[in-house]
């Protein structure tokens, strides 16, 4: 059982507000990613973590930032909520083995709205 | 360009059919390829994967049958079950660098009982 956990569930919100959407897992991965949700379509990679201090952005473009301070905790921040910005963001963590695939574990979900 | 396409969009099936969704991808350097399963307001949980060094696995119901030449892969569901009603996403990764999910835009399945 994957423990991955994001803050807050839900989160309705007015405009030009800082947001952090928080992700913890217990299980010590190194690897941590977010995801972004439309309602009903594909998740894309919006960010990317290898490790402690070490971020990448991700293959859809964001305007939000992360940090990794410690490995557990990959928050994400939005300085200035805007409506386009309404949607769902998945966080996912998996293990660094030399070889074999591991899978992508995910918490579930921060569903944002931006008023 | 989206580079793993999924179909259909939704499926109903009767309970005790059998579900079949498809999957192609694009870029032939993708070597593992995950299904996985959401329910609402739940993060995606994987169901099964495949490396394409093999054209079948089965765990329980759930058979991913692959065609590397073909570059699609599809998840059979046997046996379906009102249970099984969910999102099912088709991935594919590298697995190299970030191992980072391209996700197909999803099937909503639902089992009539």
């Known amino acids: 059982e994957a423990d991955i956990y994001q803050t807050p569930r839900y989160l309705v919100i007015g405009t030009g507000k800082k947001i952090t959407l928080e992700c913890s897992q217990t299980?010590?991965?190194?690897?941590m990613y977010w995801y972004q949700q439309d309602p009903g379509m594909e998740l894309h990679l919006i960010h990317y973590?290898?490790?402690?201090?070490?971020?990448e952005k991700g293959d859809l473009s964001s305007e939000s930032t992360v940090s990794r301070i410690r490995t557990e905790h990959f928050p994400l921040t939005l300085e200035s909520a805007r409506p386009s910005h309404t949607s769902q963001y998945l966080c996912?963590?998996?293990?660094?083995?030399?070889?074999?695939?591991?899978?992508?574990?995910f918490g579930d979900g921060t569903r944002l709205s931006i008023l | 360009q989206q580079q793993v396409k999924q179909s259909p969009q939704s499926l109903i099936v009767q309970k005790g059919g059998i579900s079949i969704i498809n999957c192609a991808y694009e870029?032939?350097?993708?070597?593992?390829f995950p299904w996985y399963q959401q329910f609402p307001g739940k993060g995606p949980a994987l169901l099964i994967a495949?490396?394409?060094?093999?054209s079948e696995k089965k765990e329980g119901r759930f058979t991913i049958s692959f065609n590397k030449s073909a570059k699609q892969f599809s998840l059979h569901i046997m046996d379906s079950q009102p249970g099984d009603s969910a999102t099912y996403f088709c991935?594919?990764?590298?697995?190299?660098?970030?191992?980072?999910?391209?996700f197909g835009s999803g099937t909503r399945l639902q089992v009539q009982p």
């Open positions: 991935a594919a990764s590298m697995d190299t660098g970030r191992r980072a999910l391209t």
């Open positions: 996912a963590s998996r293990a660094e083995q030399a070889v074999g695939y591991q899978p992508q574990h």
């Open positions: 973590s290898y490790g402690v201090n070490s971020t």
């Open positions: 299980m010590g991965h190194d690897k």
């Open positions: 495949i490396r394409p060094d093999v």
């Open positions: 870029n032939t350097a993708f070597d593992y």
